[in-house]
T-cell receptor, first 114, second 112 residues
Framework: SAVISQKPSRDICQRGTSLTIQCQVD?????MFWYRQQPGQSLTLIAT?????????ESGFVIDKFPISRPNLTFSTLTVSNMSPEDSSIYLC???????????FGSGTQLSVL | GENVEQHPSTLSVQEGDSAVIKCTYS??????FPWYKQELGKRPQLIID?????GEKKDQRIAVTLNKTAKHFSLHITETQPEDSAVYFC???????????FGTGTRLTIIP
């Protein structure tokens, strides 16, 4: 399966600031996604990162708060903007492995906002 | 949109016994049903999946069954071991882009 590297692995941030999370894949993938996992909760899809075009956001998530870039088929970033304590979560990138049509996750970024 | 319900939320099983986790989905167009295992502090790991053209799939001690008519699918773990202790998530997708909707998770504890 694809090797997915995500960084930072964790960070503690002050409210009002922004954090950019990076996701790097060792092979070209067509589909990349960003998920949020709030403490003790399930995974919620934030958006689909589209290569060369604007991301597709799910209900409840907006581009101004979670801008996403995907400049090529192996890399994407998610920015959490103007953070508040409610943004404290694990953020996970995921990719659809074209070889087997299965979804795999990066190691996640644990974000704490003070 | 799709809604996935998962039961039970917690499950304790004696080592060596079987564990069953059940999920129901709402969108009849869903055709892909993976299960993920998440250990504490780790990423979700795909353990087994099934597509709607198959009723059952087995991989060693793990099996998944699918009832399309009733719109539910289940994870079966036999001969449970302490390392099976984790949170398990079911998910469903209508296919085409594998955009998954996850269930709420089941915390499985294997009692030695």
């Amino acid at each position: 399966s694809a090797v997915i590297s995500q960084k930072p692995s964790r960070d503690i941030c002050q409210r009002g600031t922004s954090l950019t999370i990076q996701c790097q894949v060792d092979s070209q993938v067509t589909m990349m996604f960003w998920y949020r996992q709030q403490p003790g909760q399930s995974l919620t899809l934030i958006a689909t990162a589209n290569q060369g075009s604007e991301a597709t956001y799910e209900s409840g998530f907006v581009i101004d708060k979670f801008p996403i870039s995907r400049p090529n088929l192996t890399f994407s970033t998610l920015t959490v903007s103007n953070m508040s304590p409610e943004d404290s979560s694990i953020y996970l990138c995921s990719v659809l492995d074209s070889a087997n049509e299965k979804l795999f996750f990066g190691s996640g970024t644990q974000l704490s906002v003070l | 949109g799709e809604n996935v319900e998962q039961h039970p939320s917690t499950l304790s099983v004696q080592e060596g016994d079987s564990a069953v986790i059940k999920c129901t989905y709402s969108d009849s167009a869903s055709n892909y049903f993976p299960w993920y295992k998440q250990e504490l502090g780790k990423r979700p790991q795909l353990i087994i999946d099934i597509r709607s053209n198959v009723g059952e799939k087995k991989d060693q001690r793990i099996a998944v069954t699918l009832n399309k008519t009733a719109k539910h699918f289940s994870l079966h773990i036999t001969e449970t071991q302490p390392e099976d202790s984790a949170v398990y998530f079911c998910a469903a997708s209508a296919g085409g882009n594998e955009k998954l909707t996850f269930g709420t998770g089941t915390r499985l504890t294997i009692i030695p």
